[in-house]
């Protein structure tokens, strides 16, 4: 058999058909929710740590006001 003959074998296109790429792949919803649950919590942790660090100095403040005990 010659060097590069096909052996019956379809041709191997360097780029698969768009048909193909554009649907997710199996189990990307799951993936997707995960994601937006991360998000969603470590924003929730990130915001909680920054009023810590800006409402400490206030919280002489809030004590006499009543607020904190």
């Known amino acids: 058999m010659a060097y590069g003959q096909n052996r019956g074998m379809p041709p191997v296109h360097p780029y ?3 048909e193909e790429l554009k649907g ?6 799951l993936r997707k929710f995960f994601l937006a649950v991360y998000i969603l919590v470590s924003g929730l942790v990130a915001a909680a740590l920054i009023a810590l660090v800006v409402l400490a ?8 006001a009543g607020i904190l005990q």
Do not use: E, K, T
């Open 16 to 18: 698969p058909d768009y």
């Open 24 to 29: 997710d792949s199996p189990g990307s919803g």
């Open 57 to 64: 100095p206030s919280r002489r403040y809030l004590q006499d």
